[in-house]
């Protein structure tokens, strides 16, 4: 992380899967819990087929909507959580 901080100063957002995931929007420090923290949804996975599409998707719905990083983070596991404890890919998401 530090050495994509030296070479961008964009908003880092470090997926951890089940354990949520963190955003970063200044220095990075030593230890990788002090960003922002957005807590993951304890789900049963059935496929991961499109998770980073709706990670991606409940991200930007927060960020583009002018909410919090921790709103949009939130919003970004919930998008994924939902997307990966359904059997099939799009059809069975909204």
């Not at 409940?58 to 909507?65: H, K, Y």
């Not at 990083?69 to 909204?94: D, H, I, K, M, Q």
């Amino acid at each position: 992380l530090k050495t994509i901080r030296a070479l961008s100063s964009a908003t880092i957002v470090l997926k951890r899967g089940a354990k949520g995931c963190i955003v970063y929007d200044g220095p990075i420090s030593d230890d990788l819990e002090d960003g922002i923290v957005g807590k993951g949804f304890p789900i049963e996975v059935y496929n991961v087929l499109g998770a980073g599409d709706a990670f991606m998707s409940g991200f930007l719905r927060g960020w583009l909507g002018g909410e919090s990083f921790a709103t949009a983070a939130t919003w970004a596991n919930a998008c994924g959580a939902f997307a990966v404890s359904r059997l099939l890919c799009a059809p069975e998401y909204p």
